[in-house]
C-alpha cells in the first residue's frame, strides 16, 4: 500500500504543488455563485475543502520526505507556472520547510472551518468564500519561490483577512479593523519599495537567483541592497508581530471571531517563515560581504518583542488578550531564534513553531465556550468591557462565598460534570502548551531550542535569550492559572456548559495535534532538523530551483534530435 501510495505522488507532482492554491482558489469561486441564502452548502463546501487541503498538504509532507540521493535536501518539488524555466517565469516550490507550513496551516484551517459552521458563518456575509481566500493566499506565501508573487500573495491574503477581521461588525472590530488596515497598508507599501530596489540592483525577483546575485555584487552596490533589505525586514516585521510594530495585533486578534482568531494565530508565523526564508536564502553564511546581514538587529527585535509580550500577558485579564499575547510571545521566541543563527536551535525553533501554533489556535476557540458558558452565552461579558474582575467587588476586595453554589452549599467533594472536565482539561493542556511546561509539546519545543543553544558556546546574548525564554513561561503560567482561577474556581457554578459537537471538535482535533507532537516527536525532530540543515545550506534549494527544466510540449519534442 506505501509503495502505491508513493507511486501516486510521484505521479502527481509536481502538479500536486500548485493544489494547496488552487484548492481554496476553486472553493470561493464556486461559492460566490451561490447566493447567501445557501449557508449549508457553503458550509459544508467549506468544511470539504478543509479536508481536501489537508489531504493534500500531508500528502506534500510525505513526498518531501521521501529519501534522497544523500543530499540531505529530501525531495524538492518545483513548479513551473506557464512553463517558464526559472527565473524568467512564476516558480512555486514545495521543500521540508514551505511544505510543514501548508500542512500546519491545512490542520488549524480544517479545525476552524469545522467551527464556523456551528453559529460564527451567519455573523456577517461572504464568510466561507473570505476563509477560502485567506488560505489561498496562506499557502501561496509558504510555495512562491518569487519575491513579487510572495507580495502578490500577502495581499490576497491581507485583502480577505480585512473583511474577516469586522464579520460580525460591532464597535470594538470597526476600531481594530481600521488600525489592523492601516499598519498593514503601510508594510505592502514598504514591501514593494523594498522588492522594487531589489530588483533594480540584481536583476531578478526569483528568491534563489537573487541570493547567488546578492554574493556576486560589486561593492558599490551593497550598500542599496542592505538598504533595501531593512526596508523589507521593516514589512515582514509589522506582519510578524515584531516590537514596536505589533500595537495592533492585541487588539486586532482579541477582536475577532473564534475561528478567525484562530486562523490569524497563523499570520504572525507566515512572518517569521518569510524573515527565516529570505534571511536564509539572501544572506546565508557562505553569501560573502552580505553574510549573516542584519543579525543583530533581528535578535534585538525578537528578544524585545518577547519581554513585552511577557510584560503584556501578566498585566492582562481578559482570555482573548492571553491568548493574543501568547501569539506575541511565539513570535518574539521565534524570530529571537532565527536571529541567533545556528541551525540546531532553528530545529527546536520550527519545531515550537508547531506547537505554539496549534495551542494558540484551540485557545482561542476555547476561549469562546468559557465565555458563553460563563457569561450567560455571550461571548463578551459586560466586565469585559468595563475592565472590571467580575469576583471583585467596586473597592477591589474579594467577594464572600464565593466558593458557595446558589443553595449556600460548599462544592468540595462534588462530580466534576463531563462539560466543565472538559473544559477545564483543555484549559490545563492549553496552559501547558503555552507556559512550555511537561509533558507536552511546547516543553519538548523549548527544551530542543535551549539544547541547541547550549551546544555551541554561549555569549551574552544567548545567556539573554535563555533567560527570556524561562521567565516568559513562568509569567505566562502565572497569568494563565490566574485566568483558571478566575473562570473555574471563584465564580459560583451555574449552568452545565452547552458543547455542541462541532465546537467541541476543533478544539479536541487541534489538542490532539499537539499530543501527536509530543508522542512521535523523535520523527519530527528528524524533519525540522533537516529542514534547518537545509536553510543553512540554500544551495540545495538554489539548484533544485534553478536545475527545474520544462516539460517538453509537442514543438519542442519535434525539434529534439
Not at 489537508?54 to 518545483?78: Q, Y
Request: glycine share 10%; aromatic share 8%; net charge neutral.
Amino acid at each position: 500500500m506505501v509503495p502505491l501510495l508513493d507511486r501516486l505522488l510521484d505521479f502527481a507532482m509536481p502538479h500536486l504543488v500548485a493544489a494547496p492554491i488552487l484548492v481554496p482558489m476553486l472553493t470561493a469561486a464556486l461559492m460566490l455563485l451561490l447566493q447567501e441564502r445557501h449557508r449549508r452548502i457553503k458550509s459544508a463546501l467549506s468544511v470539504v475543502s478543509g479536508l481536501v487541503g489537508l489531504v493534500v498538504a500531508l500528502a506534500l509532507l510525505r513526498w518531501v520526505n521521501a529519501p534522497d540521493t544523500g543530499t540531505g535536501a529530501g525531495s524538492i518539488g518545483v513548479y513551473l507556472a506557464g512553463n517558464w524555466q526559472a527565473p524568467f517565469g512564476i516558480v512555486l516550490v514545495a521543500d521540508r520547510l514551505s511544505a510543514m507550513m501548508v500542512a500546519l496551516t491545512g490542520v488549524v484551517a480544517f479545525a476552524a472551518s469545522i467551527y464556523s459552521t456551528s453559529r460564527w458563518d451567519r455573523a456577517g456575509v461572504h464568510f466561507h468564500p473570505l476563509l477560502q481566500l485567506q488560505l489561498m493566499g496562506l499557502n501561496g506565501a509558504f510555495l512562491t519561490g518569487d519575491l513579487f508573487n510572495l507580495f502578490v500573495f500577502f495581499e490576497v491574503m491581507l485583502a480577505s483577512s480585512y473583511g474577516l477581521l469586522l464579520h460580525g461588525s460591532g464597535r470594538r472590530r470597526v476600531s481594530a479593523g481600521l488600525h489592523y488596515i492601516a499598519i498593514n497598508l503601510a508594510a505592502s507599501s514598504l514591501f514593494l519599495i523594498g522588492a522594487a530596489v531589489l530588483y533594480g540592483v540584481t536583476g531578478t525577483l526569483n528568491l534563489a537567483d537573487m541570493g547567488l546575485r546578492i554574493a556576486q555584487l560589486a561593492p558599490e552596490d551593497r550598500g542599496l541592497v542592505h538598504a533595501a533589505a531593512a526596508i523589507l525586514a521593516t514589512a515582514f516585521f509589522a506582519k510578524a508581530g515584531a516590537w514596536p510594530l505589533n500595537f495592533w495585533l492585541v487588539p486586532g486578534y482579541s477582536s475577532a471571531v473564534p475561528p478567525v482568531s484562530a486562523v490569524f494565530a497563523l499570520l504572525t508565523k507566515l512572518g517569521v517563515y518569510v524573515v527565516l526564508r529570505t534571511w536564509a536564502t539572501l544572506f546565508p553564511q557562505d553569501g560573502g560581504a552580505s553574510a549573516q546581514f542584519g543579525q543583530t538587529v533581528l535578535l534585538g527585535l525578537g528578544m524585545a518583542t518577547l519581554g513585552v509580550a511577557a510584560l503584556g500577558i501578566v498585566g492582562t485579564q481578559k482570555l482573548a488578550q492571553l491568548a493574543s499575547y501568547s501569539v506575541l510571545i511565539s513570535a518574539g521566541t521565534l524570530l529571537a531564534a532565527v536571529g541567533l543563527g545556528q541551525p540546531a536551535v532553528w530545529s527546536g525553533a520550527l519545531y515550537y513553531l508547531l506547537s505554539s501554533s496549534l495551542a494558540a489556535a484551540a485557545f482561542f476557540l476555547l476561549i469562546d465556550i468559557i465565555e458563553r458558558w460563563r457569561n450567560a452565552g455571550m461571548s463578551i461579558a459586560p466586565h469585559e468591557l468595563a475592565g472590571r474582575a467580575p469576583f471583585l467587588s467596586e473597592d477591589l476586595k474579594a467577594l464572600e462565598d464565593v466558593n458557595l453554589d446558589d443553595d449556600q452549599q460548599a462544592l468540595f467533594g462534588r462530580a466534576i460534570p463531563a462539560g466543565v472536565a472538559f473544559l477545564g482539561l483543555s484549559f490545563v493542556g492549553c496552559t501547558l502548551l503555552i507556559a512550555g511546561l511537561p509533558p507536552l509539546s511546547g516543553f519538548v519545543g523549548k527544551v530542543a531550542m535551549l539544547s541547541g543553544l547550549f551546544e555551541g558556546t554561549l555569549d551574552r546574548s544567548g545567556w539573554l535569550f535563555v533567560a527570556l525564554v524561562l521567565v516568559s513561561g513562568f509569567l505566562s503560567l502565572v497569568a494563565l492559572c490566574r485566568a483558571g482561577i478566575r473562570y473555574f474556581w471563584t465564580q459560583p457554578h451555574g449552568a452545565l456548559p452547552a458543547l455542541p459537537a462541532l465546537e467541541v471538535l476543533p478544539v479536541a482535533i487541534l489538542l490532539t495535534a499537539c499530543l501527536a507532537l509530543t508522542v512521535v516527536a523523535e520523527p519530527v525532530m528528524q524533519h525540522v532538523r533537516a529542514t534547518a540543515n537545509a536553510l543553512a545550506h540554500p544551495s540545495l534549494y538554489r539548484d533544485a530551483v534553478m536545475g527545474a527544466r520544462q516539460i517538453p510540449g509537442p514543438t519542442l519534442k519535434e525539434a529534439t534530435p
